[in-house]
């Protein structure tokens, strides 16, 4: 009995998909000056002495800092998975076998987002990178920005909402009928690239 969800591979046999290199993001120091000025702005006015401010600012700064890191993560998540959705697109148009699995004019067909699917089905573990937020955020942002960027609304409510936005958009950009790849039929490795 067939899962009607997954898109029948022709063959019986296992296809080699490319290695998914994950780049991870730069541990250098993020501009601490920067994003205490943010973190000024967004203190509200208070009674507290100067030592208590200050305290309260450097923490709020300490917090915006790790929300950047955590974008940054995602990122650099996101790039990887899009360069190898491009490796497997190469891959798939190289196997006769494959070959029609992505094109529109064969029904159904897989879209690109079926790779994030096999990505998760496969259970690629990502250090609790969500793989959705992650390519959203990457199509958000063609280049990993600085954190100079970001206001600190951003990083606190908005990155979320806009990278789940990002994401939906693409991957509903296939018919809804969309198939996903059986991930039994698919091996490759996961290789972290520092």
Not at 51 to 70: C, H, M, N, P, S
Not at 130 to 152: E, Y
């Amino acid at each position: 009995m067939r899962d009607e969800r997954y898109i029948e591979v022709p063959g019986s046999k296992t296809h080699e998909l490319p290695p998914l290199l994950v780049h991870r993001a730069a541990e250098g120091t993020t501009d601490l000056a920067s994003v205490m000025l943010e973190a000024e702005d967004m203190l509200a006015a208070s009674d507290a002495g100067a030592e208590v401010l200050e305290q309260r600012k450097f923490e709020l700064a300490l917090q915006l800092t790790e929300q950047y890191k955590g974008l940054m993560s995602h990122w650099f998540w996101g790039d990887s998975v899009i360069e190898w959705i491009r490796q497997c697109e190469i891959t798939f148009e190289s196997e006769g076998t494959l070959r029609t699995l992505l094109h529109p004019d064969v029904w159904p067909h897989a879209s690109r987002s079926s790779f994030v699917e096999l990505l998760r089905e496969k259970a690629v573990p990502t250090g609790g990178v969500a793989l959705d937020r992650a390519v959203g955020l990457r199509l958000t942002f063609r280049q990993p920005p600085p954190i100079a960027c970001f206001s600190s609304q951003f990083l606190f409510y908005l990155n979320s909402p806009v990278a789940d936005t990002a994401y939906q958009t693409w991957s509903h950009l296939a018919p809804c009928s969309q198939a996903l790849f059986p991930p039994d039929r698919f091996h490759f490795d996961v290789l972290n690239i520092s």
